[in-house]
């Protein structure tokens, strides 16, 4: 039961936790928190049942189960364009792959370093003894938390690069490798023979590396095309800056052609009325003025 429970807390942070971090950094349809407080429950309650049966059953359930609850939330609950959502699921199937290869990694370490503890690793694990699965459940759950974030804020800063045919090009070469690298690991050596695994292998990578690779000419064009957006809209706003300047010195020059008739009209009404002495004060008033504002 103590195996269960470690796996079946590292399945819920599996399902939660990134789903939690898409709804800070991403846009997603307005739901109230309570919502997302009663989906998180239910989920929690709904997968009890994995504390009290083997984990290797949990596993395989769980298996068959997180990818299409992750295609549901990403797919239901953002509001990101399609291409974006198609992405950000593809990193979830890699960030999975990837937590799990290193949490495997660190337990042959301790295994090497402690093998009386009999330390089972990746899927074997799940199969293994008690520790083994507490201690893989446990990095799984360290790796997430402290790579997750990383991994999408550095999404969100880039994420002008990301369309469709870029993930097509840089995606499905990776995701292909992994799923035939796979399946020949699977099949009994005696049911093929290695000239033709040689040969076969031979054309899938050269396919496979030649749409990485108008992939990486893709990246560099999309990255050129963004720094040229950058740029002019760097001129637009200096543009605009350069405007609004313009028009507060306007809007000044206005002003004074305004004080400025103001005082030519109050001058020749004092002339006209032969007020001379309150005309040249009115001068010296508006020089002393004029040499307290320059200060």
Not at 194 to 219: N, T
Not at 229 to 237: D, R
């Amino acid at each position: 039961m103590i195996a269960g429970l470690f796996f079946y807390i590292v399945s819920i942070f599996n399902i939660i936790y990134p789903f939690h971090i898409f709804l800070k950094l991403f846009s997603h349809k307005d739901f109230s928190p309570l919502f997302f407080r009663v989906l998180w429950s239910f989920y929690a309650i709904s997968l009890l049942w994995m504390i009290f049966v083997p984990v290797a059953k949990s596993a395989v359930f769980l298996s068959f189960m997180i990818y299409p609850l992750w295609s549901f939330h990403i797919f239901f609950f953002f509001t990101e364009d399609l291409p974006f959502r198609i992405f950000l699921f593809f990193i979830f199937i890699v960030n999975m792959i990837f937590v799990e290869a290193v949490s495997a990694g660190i337990l042959v370490i301790l295994n090497f370093i402690f093998p009386q503890l009999h330390l089972a690793v990746l899927y074997v694990a799940l199969r293994g003894n008690t520790i083994s699965i507490a201690l893989c459940s446990i990095f799984q759950i360290i790796l997430n938390y402290l790579f997750l974030p990383r991994l999408f804020h550095f999404i969100q800063r880039f994420r002008h690069l990301i369309n469709l045919k870029l993930f097509l090009y840089l995606g499905i070469p990776v995701l292909f490798m992994m799923i035939i690298g796979n399946l020949f690991m699977s099949i009994p050596s005696p049911s093929f023979s290695y000239g033709w695994f040689v040969i076969f292998s031979v054309i899938i990578s050269a396919i496979m590396w030649s749409m990485f690779h108008q992939g990486m000419s893709l990246l560099k064009e999309l990255e050129k095309h963004h720094l040229k957006e950058k740029h002019q809209q760097m001129l637009l706003e200096e543009e605009i800056k350069h405007l609004h300047l313009l028009d507060d010195e306007y809007q000044k020059l206005y002003r004074w052609n305004h004080d400025t008739s103001n005082h030519l009209l109050a001058l020749s009404l004092l002339i006209e009325q032969k007020k001379y002495d309150q005309a040249l004060s009115y001068i010296h008033t508006l020089n002393t003025s004029r040499e307290e504002t320059k200060l």
